[in-house]
């Protein structure tokens, strides 16, 4: 019996072991891969045609830059919408609202969360682009600011309730000694509540950050696509080709091993370096959080 | 111990009524062709036609499977080259370096044109402008006219729509409208156009917005859009893109659509193509609004 008892102990020691382990060989694999297949670009591409401004890879222009600026612009343009909705939203939920609004919002915000983002990607084009369009008379309303509303529609859900566990957080002692200090609800949840949860928002928005600059089928649904460099004060009314889209709607027609198919790898490994810096950033401010509360509480 | 045999039991049961659904109708087959599964893949301007003569062809002949996806024109040719399909389609003649690699792979594609297709230049129903030459269409998608009134429409911006680069559509119209033809010439859309990735796309856009100029397939032009007329020079008469203008060889931007297999083909996919080729065949083809061989 006790042998027996021993024995799955080790067993599901073991199994946990490598499941956790097996995360980090993952990302390893997948970092290896992107760089066999998309470091080639440098030997193949020359710098001047990766730094120019057009991306016509089948005639073998390969600028890179309309296609970062394209995402910087709409990622850009998403947290300006998604940043300001989702904290108001978290701080609603987490501090104003009534019980039972708060059990209400909360799963309705995780379906948002849901929603698969092709859906969101037909609504953008049946309903707000048009609508885009007419409202501020542009030429065509597949633009970067569609991309980047849904985008924010996107990114919402995962700041709302990250923020909101952030400041759930915040020891109740905190909003009491506030209050009995004579602060207004107002002033307790702007000067001490939310700058007790800074960090844990901060990761809020940068996974929201990351979740949108990953984002690829809404973007390439919506933002027209046209390889532009996003340069001009009113570049985000006009259409845009991100890095997500064109490794969508490229990589099924391209010839393994070709120019082209390493550049589409070298813009995939671009973007993980991106989102990889994200999330370092935001696991590094939620460490900061961690010893922060340990401090509190010694 | 017991429960071990009942395992065992019930596995060999199931791995041997497995065995007689493998075997059992490959006995008493009656139609002509015996059965078969034929893997048919490319062109996304073919898929739909290609899905409708697969269907047509398994109600005549129940026994012989048809599947057919779409992907483009490029991604149908490298499957071939690759030897996973039975049949390619492209909606563009296959190209030299492909034959190439086909032959470096042991594989000889044989051509077929199963087809032929009109590219339809669209425009919102209510833009006044009812023709254009291919200079005219030239220089707006390299962005030398960026206005309607420069084509005797309204004062508005032109929006160019068109199919991304991966599709056989782009293609034909770069080499044939944009360069006008001309191998030498080395003209590219203007940045700005917008690259949607399906026909619906550029549909529901074309529909919705009176700035829009955009090209597709004919067989997939809706009646919510309206068809320009096209001359091939400025002396030229002006030509709507039909079925009789495109057999004719009036319509000037018009093309043959193919079908490829590895080595001239036998049995299961010999039959069908000889069926393709037929006029019952071919009647499906007016029907989705291509235009049919001869």
New interface residues.
Partial sequence: MNTTKKWNEFILTWLIKISGYSAIIFVAMIFYFLLREGLPTIGEASISNLFS??W????D?FGLL?LIGGSLIVTIGAALFAVPIGLCTAIFISEVSPRWARDLLKPLVEVLGGIPSVVLGFLG??IL??YL?RLLEL????TALTGSILLGGIAIPTIVSVAEDALDSVPRSYRDAALALGATEWQTIWRVTLPAARNGVLTAIMLGVGRAIGETMTV??VT?????LPIKINSIF??V?TMTATIA??M????KNSTHYHVLFFIGLLLFIISLGINIAASTAMFQQRKRAERILS | MKNLAYIVIALLLLFLTGCNNGTAPSTGITNPPQISTIVNKGSDTLVNLALAWAEKYHQLYPNVEISVTGGGSGTGIAALINNTVDIANASRQIKSEEIQQAENNGVNPFEFIVAKDAIAIIVNPNNPVDQLTIKQLSDIYSGKINNWKEVGGEDRVIVRLSRETNSGTHVFFLENVVRMGNPDDNTLFSTDTLLLPSSEGITSETRDNPNVIGYDGLGYVTPDVKVIAIAGDASGTFILPSAETVNQGQYPIARDLYMYTNNQPTEAIADYITWILSPDAQTTVTQLGFVPIK
């Fill in positions: 401004r057009r016509y890879p089948i005639e222009y309309p084009i049946l682009a048009p369009r030429p065509t309303g597949l390439m649904m027209g696509n046209a390889a532009v006009f259409p080709r709607a490229e099924g027609e391209v010839a």
